[in-house]
C-alpha cells in the first residue's frame, strides 16, 4: 500500500499531497504580497509568528492568478513554506500507481518535475506530488531576480 494522499484542486487539476509532508492546512492566511518576486511567489504569510513563503502553480499550470484562500504548510528538507490550493477534496489511498507510460504526456507540463505518480480516482487523474516538493520550488527561486517588475515564471522556466 502506498502512503496516502491529500488530495486538493488547483485549478482545474486534481493533486495529492503525501500526508506525511503536510502538517497543517489553513484557510484565510492573509497574504502579503513581496515587489520583485517570480510570479509562483503569491506572498507572504505570518503563521503562529513565523513568516512563511506562499507559493502558487498557477503559473506553471497556465492559469489566472487568483486570490489565496487556502495553503498547505509543507516541511520540506530544508524549507518550510505555504502552497497555495483552491480547495481539499479528501483523503485517497492509493493500492498501486499506474505504470508511468500510461499517464506520463498527461500531466500537466508545467509541474511534471514535481509529480511522481498518477492515479485514476473517482473518474479522473490525480498527480500525486513528490514529497519535496516545497524544497524543489524553493531551489528554482534561487535564481536571479529580473530587473524591475515581478518576474513571469513559465512551464518551460528553470525551477526544478
Known amino acids: 500500500m502506498e502512503e496516502q494522499l491529500l488530495t486538493v484542486r488547483v485549478g482545474r487539476y486534481l493533486f495529492g499531497a503525501p500526508v506525511s509532508s503536510v502538517t497543517e492546512i489553513l484557510a484565510d492566511t492573509g497574504v502579503t504580497p513581496i515587489p520583485r518576486t517570480p510570479s509562483i511567489v503569491a506572498g507572504v504569510s505570518v503563521v503562529r509568528g513565523q513568516p512563511l513563503m506562499i507559493l502558487s502553480l498557477r503559473p506553471l499550470l497556465n492559469l489566472p492568478q487568483a486570490p489565496v484562500t487556502m495553503a498547505l504548510r509543507w516541511g520540506g528538507r530544508r524549507s518550510t513554506c505555504l502552497i497555495a490550493v ?15 507510460d500510461s499517464w ?9 518535475r514535481w509529480v511522481q505518480d498518477g492515479f485514476r480516482w473517482r473518474g479522473e487523474w490525480l498527480w500525486a506530488w ?31
Open 86 to 100: 483552491d480547495r481539499v477534496e479528501g483523503l485517497y489511498t492509493p493500492d498501486q500507481p499506474l505504470p508511468p
Open 104 to 112: 506520463m504526456g498527461l500531466v500537466p507540463e508545467g509541474v511534471t
Open 130 to 160: 513528490t514529497s519535496d516538493l516545497p524544497d524543489r520550488l524553493m531551489a528554482g527561486l534561487q535564481q536571479p531576480m529580473a530587473p524591475a517588475g515581478r518576474e513571469e515564471v513559465g512551464a518551460s522556466d528553470a525551477i526544478q
